[in-house]
């Protein structure tokens, strides 16, 4: 019970935070127009909502696939950018940038989605690759490392395309920092299935994660199959990870603090964490979201500098009180 | 991982859009020291016959050549074309790898960005000419008895003509200098004439250096002041801020609320981010604009809206027909 009023309460966190980003500019309410005129029509509809829906998207996805991607690894610290993910992105990206020309604007989300799938799959490969000498149950540290190392790779690869074609340094890194500004609705329709898709597998997981943070041995002993699980929770995890990058650019931080929060506030159990992250993260990115195009409008600050600037102390003060929180 | 990756490109973007002078016109840090060395342009040395030694007063000083150079090395798109309009492009060995006019050019892999002193070298240059001073360049240069004229971002038409006058007098064409800066003026002027007749001053305008995120150039920005020329009314004016140095970013509802009657475009180009007038008026929201309505979205040669060289009177009839072409305000 204690978990549904906890749920309840995030779900209406993210409604407040979404109607505090669409009307930001028209508080205190009494100044709400009677009618609006097409130009601030297009905004509201055209450019503001579809900002909004990809923000609550975009957070949630990241902060599910963080939260997952913890219980996997049994360790507090990974998130959805590790494994390869952010560095397969943003090699992607910065390819359709460079390389396809006329077509990058509209190829970027696709090549970005691609790479960061991409980025995981060749550090699983590597990962097992890797941990087929060792010990079972180095198995999973092996694969970070593996994901490390990849993603290092990657990330220099990039680098070396970006040296030789300067011109575009600009248009990179503006995508590399994360932005909400090119939402549209026709993005949310593109990463809705597989949003949806991801979420539910990942959700649906929750009870396994609790079991597996038991250990291996004890997870077997319980009729589970710990490294199929791992396997399938990862998948979803990058699947979701993939899809919030591809719209959103590179955004750190949500993966990392959004699920700590809600284990403060839920305790441990996956069955409580994952949910919560979904709907916090939405919420916690909205807000960022917004304070990213009004700080400095009509300028807009990276996303991911807000998140990081406002995420920091926070996921400070919040780990001030949490000496023993499980994982 | 994710807090060092924000800070680093973070600190990486400022750098880029502060010194990225080749691909968006923003190299703005460069522009203050430009003014200074436009008025000392003038040529010190006035007669027409190329004279050698010839001592000229660049951004980086006062430089001296001490013969005609016969070697030289253009790190600069703009300079690259400077010196093939004065006259001297048979003495030019290498450019850049973003100098990609004139054809005949002879492009190398160097960076103007980032150069690489000894692949400079290399090329035994008698003279080396780019638009800053990064990684040691002129110092290291120095010490192998090579001159580097450092020719940045400019920051008025003055500015451009005195670097074209600077270049021919530096490389022994000087009468040739003048007389592509006569034709110049004499083609801006004519367009600029022409258009303030048809009286569409009150037109707004809207100049694109890049989408997501959307930057621009306030009316006190060097290309501000070309489309200044004809009295249009920019709409980034009113949100320019002093630490934008000229430069503003811009959010789409801003953008939108603001009604540009016109759109340039100077990031259309597919290797500069392919924003076509087409894809413009898909933009979610946008299609209420006037710009959009009205088909008044004008793709430029990017290019040449980013660089302050002798291409620049085909940028002004272009701004030029556009304006013709606008309904009146």
Known sequence: MRRAGLLG??????????????????????????????????????????????????GGLLAVAGAGYQGVFRNPLVDSGMLGSSAGAGLGATIAIVYLGGAGPSAVPVAAFAGSLAGVAIASLAGAAGSARGPVSSGTATLLLAGVAVGLFLTAVQTFILERSTQVLQQVYGWLLGSLSGASWQQVTSILPYAAVSTAVVLLHGRHLDVLAVGDEEASALGMRPAMVRGIVVAACSLAAASAVAVSGLIGFVGIIVPHVARRLAGPGYRGVLPLSLLLGAGFLVLADTLARTVLAPAELPIGVVTALVGAPAFIWVLKGTRSVGV | MP?????????????VLAGCASSTSSATSASSATSASSAAATPSGAAAAASFPVTVKAANGAVTIKAEPARIVSLSPTSTEDLYAVGAGRQVVAVDADSNYPAGAPKTSLSG?????????????????TYQDTGGLVS??????????????????????????????????TAQARSVVAGMNAQITADVKNVKETARKNLSYFWELSANPYYSATSSTFIGQ???????????????????????????????????????LADNQPNDGGQTPAVVAKRPGWAVLPAVQNHEIIP??????????????????????????????
């Open chain 2, 140 to 173: 290291g240069l120095a010490k192998l008895g090579i001159p580097v004229l450092i020719e940045p971002a400019v920051s008025t038409l003055d500015g451009v003509y005195a670097q074209i006058e600077q270049l021919g007098q530096a490389t022994g064409h």
């Open chain 2, 113 to 129: 960005l980032t150069p690489n002193i000894e692949a400079i070298a290399r090329y035994s240059p008698s003279l080396v000419v």
């Open chain 2, 226 to 264: 070309i489309v200044g020329l004809f009295g249009l009314k920019n709409i980034a004016d009113a949100a320019d801020k002093a630490s934008d140095a000229g430069y503003p970013q811009l959010s789409e509802e801003y953008i939108v609320t603001a009604k540009p009657q016109i759109i340039f």
């Open chain 2, 3 to 15: 807090r060092a990756a924000v800070a680093v490109t973070a600190a990486v973007t400022a750098a």
């Open chain 2, 300 to 329: 430029l040669n990017d290019d040449i809206a980013s660089r302050w060289g002798p291409r620049l009177p085909q940028l002004v009839a272009q701004i030029a027909q556009a304006i013709e072409h606008a309904p009146s305000a």
């Open chain 1, 9 to 58: 309460a995030a779900a209406l966190f993210l409604i407040v935070a979404a109607l505090v980003s669409a009307l930001v500019d028209k508080i205190p309410f009494v100044h709400l127009p009677t009618s609006l005129s097409a130009v601030d029509q297009a905004v509201l509809f055209q450019i503001r909502l579809p900002r909004i829906v990809i923000g609550a998207l975009v």
